[in-house]
């Protein structure tokens, strides 16, 4: 799996906040399959990751993280492919969970799920990023390293990101990864508490 996200500038530099810059980017990575995955590496920004985390008093965010790196080397091709792709139990795309699918091709112009793709299309635009050919704006790990890459843009629009287009549809996403015991479940909850802890620091410096 590629990570779909592309910047139409220079990739982010942004300090703004270091620790959700760390996390965001690390568990966007987390979603590709761990056969492509480098284990030093991965385990090295884990470490630090968690670290920070606890750093922020963010432990529970920590402990998820922590408990899916225990897993995710003992996640096989088929299991992967079983939860995430090929007519997966727990589909990455977050409109999956937010709308109905259309009963015909006819409809999916028209569907509240296309409208919310064309609206997570123009806040991307808005950003100055966009999404790969052939690849949804709905896609969890797009969303991801959308998030990294926009800590250094307006809060309001960042908000209005996390808080209408992402975390509510994280839960639906969580009790499908639930049903199947996937090891998941811990890196989207990990995401969860992050996304919920980057809101409050946004209405903290909203205020």
Same mark, same amino acid.
């Given at each position: 799996?590629?990570?779909?996200?592309?910047?139409?500038?220079?990739?982010?530099?942004?300090?703004?906040?270091?620790?959700?810059?760390?996390?965001?980017?690390?568990?966007?990575?987390?979603?590709?399959?761990?056969?492509?995955?480098?284990?030093?590496?991965?385990?090295?920004?884990?470490? *630090?990751?968690?670290?920070?985390?606890?750093?922020?008093?963010?432990?529970?965010?920590?402990?998820?993280?922590?408990?899916?790196?225990?897993?995710?080397?003992?996640?096989?091709?088929?299991?992967?492919?079983?939860?995430?792709?090929?007519?997966?139990?727990?589909?990455?795309?977050?409109?999956?969970?937010?709308?109905?699918?259309?009963?015909?091709?006819?409809?999916?112009?028209?569907?509240?799920?296309?409208?919310?793709?064309?609206?997570?299309?123009?806040?991307?635009?808005?950003?100055?990023?966009?999404?790969?050919?052939?690849?949804?704006?709905?896609?969890?790990?797009?969303?991801?390293?959308?998030?990294?890459?926009?800590?250094?843009?307006?809060?309001?629009?960042?908000?209005?990101?996390?808080?209408?287009?992402?975390?509510?549809?994280?839960?639906?996403?969580?009790?499908?990864?639930? *049903?199947?015991?996937?090891?998941?479940?811990?890196?989207? *909850?990990?995401?969860?508490?992050?996304?919920?802890?980057?809101?409050?620091?946004?209405?903290?410096?909203?205020?």
């Amino acid at each position: 799996m590629s990570i779909p996200l592309a910047v139409r500038e220079a990739e982010s530099e942004s300090t703004v906040n270091p620790t959700l810059e760390t996390v965001y980017r690390l568990i966007s990575d987390l979603f590709s399959h761990p056969e492509t995955l480098d284990r030093s590496t991965v385990e090295t920004t884990a470490a *630090k990751a968690c670290a920070a985390l606890r750093e922020e008093n963010s432990l529970a965010a920590a402990e998820a993280l922590e408990q899916f790196l225990t897993e995710i080397w003992e996640i096989s091709p088929d299991m992967y492919l079983a939860t995430l792709e090929l007519t997966p139990a727990s589909p990455l795309y977050m409109g999956h969970y937010a709308f109905d699918t259309p009963a015909s091709c006819a409809g999916l112009g028209f569907s509240e799920r296309n409208g919310y793709m064309i609206e997570l299309i123009n806040l991307y635009r808005h950003f100055g990023f966009a999404v790969d050919h052939g690849e949804l704006p709905d896609f969890l790990p797009a969303m991801v390293e959308f998030l990294w890459l926009s800590l250094d843009r307006p809060e309001e629009l960042r908000q209005k990101f996390i808080s209408e287009y992402l975390l509510p549809y994280l839960p639906s996403l969580m009790e499908s990864l639930q *049903k199947t015991e996937s090891p998941y479940l811990h890196l989207v *909850k990990a995401l969860e508490l992050t996304a919920k802890a980057d809101m409050a620091c946004l209405s903290i410096g909203g205020d």
